[in-house]
């Protein structure tokens, strides 16, 4: 059976790392929305992150058309976005779920590093955590200059939509009129 992977996580949190440690176990392809910054946005500059939001609902949909690519191919993949809400990696699973209805498996995983499980406990109360997530926020982007240098204030925003022990069931649920 073929494995689709949702990676979760904040930058700098370890989720690219975790994605990689799982590509190698699952035999699976790493596609992320990242790729279009280095690869489309300015491809004469493929080892510079071009990130300009402007382009973001594109970007998405790139990534999304190169997944449905790599499940009509019959691919195990890992999508390695921050999927901070239901809806973000609702393309995903739809596709795979209802055009290859018991053809793969959906996982759902988040970065395994020591600042995740600190940060991932916090958000299960983030009113009452406010100021240890904007610390942390302060962190991840201070961290994140080395890659895609996200802003902090970019980083807590995804902090307050962030739902906690998403399912697949409430992914391929959401927005549905009950």
């Keep these: 059976m073929k494995t689709l992977t949702v ?5 700098w949190s370890g989720k690219s790392y975790r994605a990689k440690e799982l590509a190698e176990e699952l035999e699976a392809t790493i596609l992320s929305t990242d790729d279009y910054w280095y690869e ?10 071009s990130f ?23 691919e195990s993949i890992i999508i390695d976005n921050t999927n901070t809400t239901a809806s973000e990696p609702k393309p995903y699973i739809e596709h795979a779920h209802f ?5 793969y ?21 983030k009113k009452s955590n406010k100021k240890e ?10 961290g994140s200059k080395e890659t895609h240098n996200v802003p902090h204030f970019a980083i807590e925003r995804m902090m307050w939509r962030w739902q906690c ?13 009950g």
Excluded at 7 to 11: A, F, K, W
Excluded at 99 to 103: A, I, N
Aim: aromatic fraction near 10%.
């Design 165 to 177: 022990d998403l399912t697949v069931d409430q992914i391929l649920t959401e927005g549905d009129k």
């Design 105 to 125: 498996k959906f996982c759902i995983e988040e970065p395994t590093s020591e600042r995740w499980l600190e940060i991932r406990q916090l958000l299960y109360d």
């Design 7 to 11: 990676m979760r996580g904040l930058p």
């Design 99 to 103: 055009c290859f209805p018991d053809e």
């Design 133 to 142: 997530l904007k610390k942390w926020a302060a962190t991840l982007a201070e």
């Design 40 to 49: 489309v946005n300015h491809p004469e500059k493929p080892d510079e992150y």
């Design 52 to 74: 300009n939001r402007q382009f973001l609902p594109g970007a998405h949909k790139w990534n999304q058309l190169r997944a449905a690519r790599a499940i009509e191919r019959g």
